[in-house]
């Protein structure tokens, strides 16, 4: 393994070894999101029967704002004990502790995630589950790029003043290519005919979007993080 | 570890501004090997923006800091990739916060800290350490349980446990009581036989009385007098300052 991953995968196991100890992000992150789709299912079914399509975008809405919330946290407690300058003064590749945290809230992420598909395919009566390996790999493809964006610029912000609100900001307006592909490839599998072509389209584009954040950010992060 | 050709530190007209505020401005100094030079001055003085500069966590406005034939650090140049990197392994540093995760056990967080080193055995150098700092039987429980004195000994360790050449201590008398200050300044005077080259700001002059080798008096970001064998510290700051220190 060389000397990149095995930085990438010691600040991997620190954070899940540190996130097992406490729970604090899993337990808000998830509770935060249960209660969006718990809000929604109370607008949008009425009378037991969801609203066409609703499914879909729910799901993205609610690992949205579950994402933010694990991406200001991670970072947060990297701040509270300053151990984020402890990782800076480390002779390792800065980029791989980007790619260590990225890695960390992806896993936060997709089990949440986990948690949420039964949850909303009950409640909206989504068949999320016949097609699963389209399903893994968009959920997949979506939490990557959105992840790879927030770290980079939960990173950045981890020193300035109005963190909490700034981040959302700076976040959403860049992540909204991935989200809408993502509520638009989740649409295909929920859709009473599942279109191969059109999922395929939507994953492309995510698979894509990926690619240019995951480099963009690996090639800013050092210079970013060094004042 | 050894690293071939640091034997000093040259510090040459360094500054730094925050917009246009002037945090530190043209100091100088040299350190060597085996020293211990104390950085003095009241709160806001540079002390903590210099030892940034030094640790490379912050790019000087100008001026050039040598890492002896290691590396050369010139203004505000760029400071990423692989030099920057190999400079910051020689590089040990104990901030005004400790560094330290506390849901980990001490073991858990030297361990970490010696992988991310790229220590060969990380377990085993964390457990060393450990009773380097007397505090072997506790390793299995959480920082967050230590007193300030024994996490403190925990982060002294932290910011050695790669064998640096150049330590930088940032106020580490803070919280400390005297059996945890008799510690800190024997093991300060044991690193000093190592031939490390030992930077330490404080503003605890009777703490520090009789350590350093040199001394830089900082005010406002100036250097106002570089002192060699300080005795009397209490006295020669308030001769070199013009005022007694608070």
């Not at chain 1, 970072?75 to 509270?80: G, K, L, S, V």
């Not at chain 2, 002390?47 to 100008?62: N, Q, V, W, Y």
């Not at chain 2, 050695?160 to 201590?169: A, E, F, K, Y």
């Not at chain 2, 605890?204 to 060699?228: H, K, P, S, W």
């Amino acid at each position: 393994m060389s000397r990149f991953f095995r930085v990438a995968w010691i600040v991997l196991r620190k954070d899940l070894t540190v996130e097992m100890r406490s729970l604090e992000i899993f337990s808000t992150s998830l509770f935060f999101a249960v209660s969006v789709v718990l809000f929604f299912a109370v607008a949008f079914v009425q009378e037991g029967r969801a609203l066409d399509g609703a499914a879909a975008g729910i799901l993205w809405i609610a690992v949205a704002f579950a994402g933010t919330l694990a991406l200001g946290r991670t970072f947060e407690r990297e701040r509270q004990a300053e151990t984020l300058r402890a990782l800076l003064l480390a002779p390792a590749d800065r980029p791989a502790i980007y790619v260590g945290k990225l890695l960390g809230i992806i896993a936060l992420l997709l089990v949440t995630e986990v948690v949420l598909l039964p949850l909303i395919a009950y409640l909206f009566q989504a068949g999320f589950f016949s097609h699963l390996l389209w399903l893994a790999a968009i959920l997949l493809a979506g939490t990557v790029g959105y992840c790879a964006v927030g770290t980079l610029f939960a990173a950045m912000l981890v020193r300035a003043r109005s963190r909490d609100v700034l981040l959302p900001i700076l976040l959403y307006p860049i992540a909204i290519p991935v989200i809408i592909a993502g509520v638009r490839a989740t649409a295909t599998l929920v859709a009473p005919e599942f279109d191969v072509a059109l999922a395929r389209f939507w994953l492309s584009l995510m698979a894509a979007y990926d690619v240019v954040f995951v480099t963009l950010a690996l090639w800013s992060f050092e210079p970013l993080m060094t004042d | 570890m050894t690293v071939a050709g640091f034997d000093h530190l040259a510090v040459s007209d360094l500054s730094r501004h925050f917009g246009r505020r002037r945090a530190l401005s043209n100091v100088t100094f040299q350190a060597t090997a085996g020293s211990i030079l104390g950085l003095l001055g009241p709160n806001g003085a540079g002390k903590s923006t210099l030892i940034s500069m030094l640790a490379t966590l912050l790019k000087p406005t100008s001026g050039t800091i040598r890492y002896g034939s290691l590396a050369t650090i010139q203004g505000a140049a760029d400071m990423t990739g692989a030099s920057a990197s190999a400079l910051r392994g020689a590089i040990g540093m104990l901030g005004h916060d400790l560094y330290l995760y506390p849901e980990l056990t001490a073991a858990e967080n030297l361990t970490f800290f010696a992988a991310l080193y790229g220590a060969a055995d990380p377990r085993t150098d964390a457990l060393r350490a450990l009773e380097r700092a007397r505090l072997a039987d506790r390793a299995h429980d959480p920082v967050g349980s230590f007193s300030r004195g024994m996490r403190q000994r925990v982060a002294l360790e932290r910011a050695l446990i790669h064998g640096p050449r150049l330590v930088l201590l940032d106020e580490p008398f803070t919280g400390l009581d005297d059996r945890s200050v008799a510690a800190l300044t024997a093991r300060l005077r044991e690193l000093r036989g190592e031939g490390r080259i030992i930077l330490l700001a404080t503003h605890d002059l009777d703490l520090a009385e009789g350590l350093f080798d040199q001394a830089v008096f900082i005010r406002d970001g100036r250097m106002v007098e570089l002192a060699t064998q300080p005795q009397a510290l209490r006295t020669l700051y308030q001769s070199v300052m013009g005022q007694p220190q608070a």
